[in-house]
Structures are given as structure tokens and as C-alpha cells.
């Protein structure tokens, strides 16, 4: 694995991070949108950032540290109300799963990896699951563009309904993120597998890892792509490969968001005592 490593192309590794960073960008737009939906003023620039942070610290230490307590830290500070923040981070959570579900349904149904037969379900059980999600990211999408009743109790909390237009939106851009993401790992694998097969099995290994619960599906991703890759790649370049791209994605991307949360966290301080005059 270090020796494939050490031989990587410079080109394969600028195009892979090229590709990161333009997930991450896109991902940090996702609150934009809860943004518009929710009404709330604050700048654009600190919502983006704000989600930057929160979603590498989610992809690295998982969802409840980064996803919704960081959050609802950096957002209260800014000082939005705790109903703002859930319905924020609800609607930037709709726009990643629903995009993955029509994605991972269109994926699953027309270009159906491969499954091991120890697993638990069969490609043609998986199949049938693509349907399942395909059906479910239309019926999102229904609901939203034609629902006479525009809001939803969840969890005592009411939720109004999204227009049909940014609904459309929101699984357009969620989508495109886990499409950039497969992209990262296309480009790592050297373009030597096709990318629907390298995309399909992302998607796998992603609800792999939030089944299991493990921080940054650590040992998950490498497992389902060693087990559904194997045969067309020899097992130590895929391990490099997702090596490369646990560095490009989850790793770098924390030095950063650590430095801006060590920023804010700064920052909130000497709002909080100000030097005496």
C-alpha cells in the first residue's frame, strides 16, 4: 500500500483534491438553503462556514458531535433560536439523504453492484431497494410540489413543507455532492474501474457506516470496497486508493475546520470578556 502510494501521479492527487474541495464547497451551501427557508439574516459567508466545520468535524468524529451539537453550539452563538437551528440543520439533512436516495435508488436499480453471498442482502434484494428509494425520493418530492397541507409534526416540532422548486433543489444538490464524492474515488482508483461500479459501491459503504455506527465508517468503507472491488483491482491499490482519499477528504479538511473552530471559539471569548478600557 505505501509503495502504490509513494508512485501516485501528481495529476491523480491535484484532481482528486480538486474534487474535494468542490464537494466541500457544495456541502457548505446546504444551510444556504435553510437559510432561505427559515428566513434568518445572518451572512452567508458565516453560514458556509459554520457547515464547513460542522460537517468535517461530523465526518470524522460522527453525527452527534458534529453534525448537531457543534451546530447548535456555533449557531446559538450567532445568535439564532433553537427552533431555527433544528429546522436549519433538518433541511440541510433532507438535502443530503434525499439526494441520496433518489441518487443511490437510480444507482441501485440500474446499476446494481455485485454482492458477496455472505451478505445479509443480494444484489437482487438491493435491487429492489434502489426501487424502494427511487419511489420514496418521489413521493418526497410530490409531497413538497403538491401537498394541499403545508406543514408536519416531527417530534413536537412543526415543520413546514419546502416549495416543490426547492425541494427539487435540494435533491439536485445532494445528489451532486455524493456524485463529486464517487468522483474523488474514480479519480484516486486511476480511472480503472468504471465509475458507476466505484459510485454504486460508495453508496453502499455508506449506509454501511451509519448502520454501524463507527466515526468516519473507519474500517467500513475499506471492507465494503475490498469485498465488492477485489476482483477487478488488486486489494493493496484500492487500500491505497481509499488511503489517498481518507487524507484528501476527512483528514485535511479537519486541520482546517479545526482551525476555524479554534477561531470562533477565540473569538466568542473575547466577545464574551472584553478587554477593560
Known amino acids: 500500500v505505501w509503495s502504490t502510494l509513494r508512485s501516485y501521479p501528481r495529476a491523480s492527487l ?16 446546504f444551510d ?22 460542522s460537517y468535517v468535524l461530523n465526518l470524522n468524529l460522527g ?13 446559538s452563538r450567532l445568535g439564532l433560536p433553537l427552533g431555527v437551528i433544528t429546522r436549519v440543520m433538518t433541511m440541510s439533512m433532507l438535502t443530503n439523504w434525499m439526494g441520496y436516495l433518489v441518487l443511490g435508488g437510480f444507482v441501485f436499480s440500474f446499476f446494481t ?32 410540489a403538491f401537498s394541499p397541507r403545508r406543514s408536519l409534526m416531527l417530534r413536537g416540532h412543526e415543520l413546514a413543507l419546502p416549495s416543490g ?24 482508483l486511476q480511472q480503472t474501474i468504471a465509475y458507476p461500479a466505484v459510485l454504486s459501491v460508495l453508496l453502499v459503504a455508506a449506509v454501511a457506516g ?14 465494503v470496497f475490498v ?9 493493496h491499490e484500492l487500500l491505497a486508493a481509499l488511503v ?27 466577545m464574551a470578556h472584553p478587554a477593560k478600557a
Open 113 to 144: 453492484p455485485g454482492l458477496p453471498p455472505t451478505w445479509k442482502i443480494s444484489s437482487g434484494g438491493l435491487q429492489i431497494l434502489g426501487f424502494v428509494l427511487l419511489t420514496i425520493g418521489a413521493a418526497y418530492l410530490a409531497l413538497c
Open 165 to 188: 422548486q426547492l425541494a427539487l433543489l435540494q435533491v439536485s444538490l445532494g445528489a451532486l455532492n455524493w456524485m463529486i464524492m464517487g468522483g474523488v474515488v474514480f479519480v484516486l
Open 32 to 53: 444556504l438553503l435553510g437559510r432561505h427557508y427559515t428566513g434568518h439574516r445572518l451572512r452567508a459567508p458565516s453560514v458556509m462556514l459554520v457547515t464547513f466545520t
Open 210 to 223: 451509519v448502520i454501524t455506527h463507527v466515526p468516519a465508517g473507519l474500517g467500513v468503507l475499506e471492507a
Open 14 to 29: 491535484l484532481g482528486a483534491a480538486a474534487l474535494a474541495a468542490t464537494s466541500l464547497l457544495l456541502y457548505s451551501c
Open 244 to 270: 489517498a482519499y481518507r487524507v484528501i477528504y476527512y483528514l485535511a479538511p479537519l486541520l482546517l475546520a479545526a482551525l476555524a473552530l479554534l477561531r470562533m471559539e477565540m473569538q466568542a471569548k473575547a
Open 63 to 75: 453525527s452527534l458531535v458534529g453534525g448537531v451539537a457543534l451546530r447548535y453550539r456555533l449557531y
Open 227 to 235: 469485498a465488492l472491488l477485489s476482483h477487478q483491482l488488486p486489494q
